[in-house]
Every structure is written in structure tokens, then in C-alpha cells.
Nanobody, 130 residues
Framework: QLKLVQSGGGSVAAGGSLTLSCTAS????????MAWFRKAPGKPREGVAS???????AYVSAVKGRFTISQDNTKAQLFLHMNNLKPEDTAMYYC????????????????????????WGPGTQVTVGS
């Protein structure tokens, strides 16, 4: 079973920066993709960014230019560097991973609240003050 452990997050003033980390362990698929999702109170879960097994990256428009998704060389660690944070970025952020069944599997999942993704981290809170 694939296990995802998250770290990072916290509270920051608007315009500030935070970095989230996620480490995958256990049964890691030969080809897999990873992504970040977030859920604010009263709102549905939404995709943030994804990275495919071959390194292809996708962002939702709300974070493009402000957030950067990356992996370490082993591809077992996933990062989300968040700059110029806004109060509307306040949410619980979740790391997610899935076997990459086709090339844009995780990027496609960004638009569908992540229901096609099987493996999730526990979540970490990001709070941005106005």
C-alpha cells in the first residue's frame, strides 16, 4: 500500500510564502503521478497542481504563476512552493498519488475533485490572513 506523509503548512500573512512537502513510501508504482488538492470549508475539493511520471506539470488557473510543484530526484518526495499567498488560498491541502494509467491521469483529475485518485495524505492546514 502506498503511504503519503505530509509536512509544512501553517499560517502566514497575505503575500507571504509557504512550502508543503509530501513523502511517498510503501508500494510505489512503477509509473505514478502525484498532485496537490485543497478543500476550504463549505467548498468542494479542488485540484491545485499535478506532476506526471515523466515530469509533465499542470496547474489550475487560480494558482498559476504563484505556486510551483516539484519533486526530488527519487520522485518519492513532492513539494508545493506557494508564493504571494492570498486569503482565498486558505484550505486544507492534500497530497495525492495514483498509478499513472495514461499520460495525463493526474492532470485530468485536477478538474474532477480528485475522485479518480486512490491514495491521499492526511492533509495539512494553510491559513492566509488578510
Amino acid at each position: 500500500q502506498l503511504k503519503l506523509v505530509q509536512s509544512g503548512g501553517g499560517s502566514v500573512a497575505a503575500g507571504g510564502s509557504l512550502t508543503l512537502s509530501c513523502t511517498a513510501s510503501g508500494h510505489i508504482f512503477k509509473r505514478y503521478c502525484m498532485a496537490w488538492f485543497r478543500k476550504a470549508p463549505g467548498k468542494p475539493r479542488e485540484g491545485v497542481a499535478s506532476v506526471g511520471n515523466d515530469g509533465d506539470i499542470a496547474y489550475v488557473s487560480a494558482v498559476k504563476g504563484r505556486f510551483t510543484i516539484s519533486q526530488d530526484n527519487t520522485k518519492a518526495q513532492l513539494f508545493l512552493h506557494m508564493n504571494n499567498l492570498k486569503p482565498e488560498d486558505t484550505a486544507m491541502y492534500y497530497c495525492a498519488a495514483h498509478r499513472e494509467l495514461w499520460s495525463d491521469y493526474c492532470s485530468s483529475a485536477l478538474a474532477s475533485e480528485g475522485y479518480a485518485i486512490a491514495n491521499w495524505g492526511p492533509g495539512t492546514q494553510v491559513t492566509v490572513g488578510s
